[in-house]
């Protein structure tokens, strides 16, 4: 048996736990003798992640729901086998559970051929889809789903009490998830999620990628305002709105300039 080190109270993130970079995040919120996963990762580290849950004593009946923030191949690839292991429901939001059903490989990033990645991407079955203002029950906590949509169309963060689990919306340093059209990415959606996170009354950032983090509200503020400026950068090709350079070439051209 290993002692548990929770993050916060009823949370473990099974990095910090084992304190060594495992993956990315997972979360295992647990009451008494109930808990879930939220996010599991690549499959090769599911028996050690599974291992760490053992020794931390948490009953493999007693876990409730198996939970993807969203479909990327970093995060779930582990899920067909993390729930044949742990015989627990797979939870994701209907956009997510799409990718993960019939295991796609280019929206998951699990293929990418320009750059020799081709990486299995297990299907698995959604047992419930969850949205925006549902509840997951563990114990005698209510774990709030929020739908953050932008890295992905279908990403959940999950909220409980003062801490968000907030997935690939921000990381402590600034960064954000990728953006890339292929994955259903949105700018403006990201900057909503964004914005909701930043007017939400949570005080704590627990991301899928990197340490936690105090909720900084002037982080999210130059967050928001770089990725503003992605909305008008041919650099996020059909990710963003507009291309200015465009319009004034157009003028350009009507004026007959020529280059000065
Ligand atoms: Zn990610």
């Not at 044949?84 to 998951?108: F, M, N, T, W, Y």
């Not at 997951?136 to 003062?162: A, C, M, Y």
């Not at 990725?227 to 963003?240: I, K, Q, R, S, V």
Request: with cysteine.
């Amino acid at each position: 048996m290993l002692p548990r080190n929770p993050l916060f109270p009823h949370v473990v993130e099974l990095n910090h736990q084992a304190r060594r970079r495992i993956g990315c995040c997972v979360y295992l919120v647990y009451d008494d003798s109930d808990w879930a996963l939220f996010d599991i990762g690549y499959e090769d580290s599911v028996d050690e992640i599974v291992e760490l849950v053992r020794q931390l004593d948490f009953p493999f009946s007693r876990c409730k729901a198996i939970v993807a923030t969203h479909a990327d191949v970093d995060h779930i690839q582990g899920l067909a086998k993390a729930k044949q292991i742990l015989k627990a429901p797979v939870l994701a939001h209907p956009k997510a559970a799409v990718l993960l059903e019939k295991g796609d490989r280019l929206a998951s990033f699990a293929e990418i051929p320009a750059q020799n990645i081709d990486l299995p991407m297990p299907a698995v079955e959604v047992d419930r889809r969850i949205d925006d203002g549902d509840v997951i029950q563990v114990g005698k906590l209510n774990v709030e789903v929020w739908h953050t949509p932008g890295h992905t169309d279908g990403q959940l963060s999950f909220r409980l009490g003062e801490l968000l689990l907030s997935g690939d919306n921000l990381f402590r340093d600034g960064c954000v998830g990728v953006i890339d059209a292929h994955h259903g990415s949105s700018i403006p959606e990201f900057i909503n999620s964004l914005r909701r996170i930043q007017a939400s009354d949570v005080s704590w950032l627990l991301p899928s990628h990197g340490p936690a983090f105090r909720k900084d509200d002037a982080l999210i503020e130059r967050t928001i305002a770089r990725l503003e400026t992605y909305l008008h950068m041919a650099d996020f090709g059909t990710c963003a709105i507009d291309w200015p350079l465009m319009d004034q070439w157009e003028q350009e051209l009507v004026e007959g300039r020529s280059p000065q």
